[in-house]
């Protein structure tokens, strides 16, 4: 990672904008994954992003200024086999949120998107064929639309790279200095903002202490009974 700084820099001069988004796939059930499939699906995707975004952050805290994109994946919402990659594009959402706290002052910003995009790491025949055979496999037709285009073989406009660059190049702009620390989805015909992390719903005990009792019965008439497992058991 410092390397790829000291490389921009030897070439360019300065540094202005850091774009993080290296990663690969080692996608398999969670019961079937391996710790080195595990772990280098971590170190490529969460350490590498810190690899690169120590380096450049010392640069724009010294220069007060500093644009940074992370590549998140709405396979961390939860998708059917990447334990390992949504782990590490969760945790590389957390990791924007706490930079963006951490070089705000000095004029730096930290953003996070969830592109859809076919790329070589996403269109690969092997890969299709397991997200068919997962979109198959789901019994509560609660699949996100990356997994059902890629896995039906939609393609072309609806998942052009082109699309997802013009925004991430506006994020790197003078107009985008008050968007920090969010996380956009990025993608064909739409660009959204997730609400993460306010909180959805609570429940409040006017007593002092907590107990099993309580919640129980409150759960019945509150937001904790109506939420829908999204992978119920097989009948």
């Not at 940074?68 to 969760?90: F, P, R, V």
């Not at 739409?190 to 909180?199: D, H, N, Q, R, S």
Request: glycine share 10%; aromatic share 6%.
């Amino acid at each position: 990672g410092e390397h790829i700084i000291q490389t921009a820099i030897d070439e360019f001069g300065r540094l202005d904008i850091l774009i993080n988004n290296a990663g690969i796939l080692r996608d398999r059930m969670i019961y079937n994954t391996t710790e080195e499939e595990w772990d280098i699906v971590i170190a490529v995707h969460l350490k590498g992003h810190f690899a690169c975004l120590k380096p450049a952050a010392q640069i724009f805290r010294q220069q007060r200024s500093g644009r940074i994109i992370n590549t998140s994946s709405e396979s961390g919402l939860g998708n059917m086999g990447q334990g390992n990659y949504a782990a590490a594009k969760e945790g590389i959402t957390g990791l924007t949120r706490v930079a963006a706290l951490d070089l705000g002052r000095y004029g730096v910003t930290c953003n996070g998107i969830r592109p859809r995009a076919g790329t070589r790491l996403t269109l690969n025949p092997e890969l299709l064929k397991q997200m068919k055979r997962t979109r198959e496999m789901e019994q509560s037709g609660k699949s996100n639309d990356t997994t059902e285009a890629l896995g039906s073989g939609i393609g072309s406009d609806q998942l052009k790279p082109e699309n997802v660059a013009p925004f991430v190049t506006w994020l790197c702009s003078d107009e985008a200095a008050n968007i920090n620390g969010r996380s956009f989805l990025v993608g064909g015909n739409v660009i959204g903002l997730y609400k993460e992390p306010t909180l959805e719903s609570a429940i409040y005990n006017p007593g002092s202490d907590w107990n099993v009792d309580y919640i129980s019965r409150v759960a019945r008439e509150s937001f904790l009974g109506q939420i829908k497992n999204p992978a119920p058991a097989a009948t």
